[in-house]
């Protein structure tokens, strides 16, 4: 396990951090109200797993995984799991609420303003620029992902297959994860020789 | 206009799962839905909705709109409930499933399979996005000030603690001083 000295906060995987109700409100909340332009799975990330340490890189990336393979918006997904892992159902609720509360407010509004005035123009170019910078944002994970999950040439064959498969053969994502996840999950499946794990046991069925 | 609801809820309900790899891949079929099938509005309004609902949320508040348009005519109280009803019914089926999936993968966690998946799945999840960055970019890097305020957020975003949302105000003012 890489340790990485930027990472301040770094729990112990098996026991999240205790959270209140009200910092998830607030978190998600902030992150609903704010999340215009895309590239919010990275913005999450940033929050969630660099400044609060609620959950470790190697959590927050397969949970990303795995919600991309079950339908819905992915933002939608890793925040409700993120309220699970904290505080179970209470947390989920909380977590989707709280998200989905800002943008529909904001949305209802500029529709009814829509139905009422016409089109306004202006809302077009501030998303330039915001849209500009959630790219910045979605680049950076990129760079941070691949930190966290390149250990071997395997590794950055996978990162590029799949890169490949999406943006070439136009692959759905979820192909692509049923598809690669067994070859990969095979590749590095648990070996008796691996010291690091060692101490686990197999439930004996008699 | 009970009705109406019922449409609504019958269709998002459905689209909710089955958007595998996200909302955009059911854009398709909701325009068809509400454009050609239930006639709630015209092409170019469909067009203009989607326009206004990626101003802020996660993909797919175009269904807010959806439901507001389709109950419009009973009223703008009745609109915002339709509004409401298109999105619970598009949101909730789908964090269900992950609900359960990722309380079911939590319990999991003593398995030495877990760490397995936990790695196998790492450089996939980063080639996906990877995938989401090229096409954001692809969209969104049209001219030199757009490409320097995107390179700016990486630098800022890879040497920096500084919090994102302060990142996306900033560009927010700035886009609305300069680039309009």
């Known amino acids: 396990m890489s340790k990485n000295p930027d990472i301040t906060v770094e729990p112990a995987s098996d026991t999240p951090p205790r959270v209140s109700l009200w910092e998830l409100i607030f978190f998600f909340g902030l992150i609903g109200l704010t999340s215009f332009g895309g590239g919010l799975t990275a913005y999450i990330r940033r929050l969630a797993v660099t400044q609060k340490g609620w959950l470790t890189d190697e959590e927050f990336f397969s949970a990303l995984a795995i919600v991309q393979i079950l339908p819905g918006a992915r933002v939608v997904g890793i925040s409700v799991y993120i309220g699970n892992h904290l505080r179970g159902l209470v947390g989920a609720t909380v977590a989707l609420l709280s998200i989905m509360t800002p943008p529909f407010i904001l949305v209802s509004c500029l529709g009814l303003l829509y139905f009422h005035y016409g089109e306004n123009t202006d809302s077009k170019a501030l998303l330039a620029g915001v849209t500009a910078v959630a790219c910045g944002l979605m680049a950076s994970m990129v760079f941070e992902a691949g930190q966290k999950s390149i250990r071997g040439l395997f590794d950055v064959m996978m990162i590029l297959i799949t890169f490949l498969l999406v943006r070439l053969a136009h692959l759905h994502v979820q192909y692509v994860i049923l598809l690669l996840g067994p070859i990969a999950i095979w590749w590095h499946r648990p070996r008796p020789d691996k010291k690091d794990e060692a101490p686990e046991q197999k439930e004996a069925v008699s | ?180």
């Open chain 2, 1 to 180: 206009m009970i009705q109406t609801f019922g449409h609504l809820v019958a269709l998002f309900m459905i689209l909710s799962i089955s958007a595998f790899g996200g909302g955009k891949v059911v854009l398709p079929t909701l325009q068809e839905q509400a454009v050609n099938h239930y006639h709630w509005m015209t092409n170019q309004q469909f067009v203009d909705l989607f326009g206004i609902s990626i101003i802020d949320g996660p993909s797919m508040m175009v269904v807010t709109l959806v439901g507001l348009k389709a109950c419009m005519q009973y009223g703008y109280v009745i609109a915002i409930l339709g509004a409401l009803v298109a999105t619970v019914a598009m949101f909730l089926p789908s964090s269900i499933l992950v609900l359960i999936v990722g309380r079911f993968w939590d319990s999991w966690k003593t398995s030495p399979w877990h760490e397995s998946i936990q790695r196998a799945m790492m450089p996939i999840s980063t080639g996906l996005i990877l995938a989401a960055a090229y096409i954001i970019a692809r969209h969104s890097i049209h001219t030199i000030p757009t490409a320097i305020m995107g390179l700016v957020a990486l630098c800022l975003m890879l040497f920096t603690k500084l919090n994102p949302v302060i990142m996306i105000v900033a560009a927010a003012g700035i886009s609305w001083v300069f680039l309009r």
